[in-house]
T-cell receptor, first 114, second 115 residues
């Protein structure tokens, strides 16, 4: 019954590495989102996409990029990982024209950059 | 400024006690309103939502929330808390300015439950 799948629960990467976080949804949602979650700061939107090959910056896009080549898959890319990108990353999806079911979230990826 | 405020960062209650988590928003038109719960190490799960109509809404896990237009609030309640309710709770709004399809989250309230 899994609807939004994030490829890794835990990741440890070295400073300067290129990091890919993958998210797949099976609900035919148009919108997909990447958030990072840090203690005391809540959820902060990094990027979102409302269609294939479309993307928009969220509140904290610096140091990140995204890719959406297929409707069901939304990738977050850390071009050169830094220790301040150690965080919990959450992917979410929703329909474009209605929030009748809100956002559906994945289980999260806890990334540690050393 | 438009915002979603959860005034309590941490709340501790005893098992069996009642619970109320506060949420206030500042948007011109009444937004759509949501509560999510996040268990440790997990993603967020939708507890309940309010779009219109009856101002008292029922959700999963025995939770309810009441919309009060005059106070711009959407507080979450549970009459008797269970130890398994220990989690972080997020209020979220979908404002009219975003076409009602983009969520803005509060900073969260972490709930601890004493046995």
């Amino acid at each position: 019954d899994v609807k939004v799948t994030q490829s890794s629960r835990y990741l440890v990467k070295r400073t300067g590495e290129k990091v890919f976080l993958e998210c797949v949804q099976d609900m035919d949602h148009e919108n997909m989102f990447w958030y990072r979650q840090d203690p005391g700061l809540g959820l902060r939107l990094i990027y979102f996409s409302y269609d294939v090959k479309m993307k928009e910056k969220g509140d904290i896009p610096e140091g990140y990029s995204v890719s959406r080549e297929k409707k069901e898959r939304f990738s977050l890319i850390l071009e050169s990982a830094s220790t301040n990108q150690t965080s919990m990353y959450l992917c979410a999806s929703s329909f474009r024209t209605t929030l009748a079911d809100g956002y559906t979230f994945g289980s999260g990826t806890r990334l540690t950059v050393v | 400024a438009q915002s979603v405020t959860q005034p309590d960062i941490h709340i501790t209650v005893s098992e069996g006690a009642s619970l109320e988590l506060r949420c206030n928003y500042s948007y011109g038109a009444t937004p759509y309103l949501f509560w999510y719960v996040q268990s440790p190490g997990q993603g967020l799960q939708l507890l309940l939502k309010y779009f219109s109509g009856d101002t008292l809404v029922q959700g999963i896990k025995g939770f309810e929330a009441e919309f009060k237009r005059s106070q711009s609030s959407f507080n979450l309640r549970k009459p008797s808390v269970h130890w398994s309710d220990a989690a972080e709770y997020f209020c979220a709004v979908a404002p009219f300015s975003g076409g009602y399809n983009k969520l803005i989250f509060g900073a969260g309230t972490r709930l601890a439950v004493h046995p």
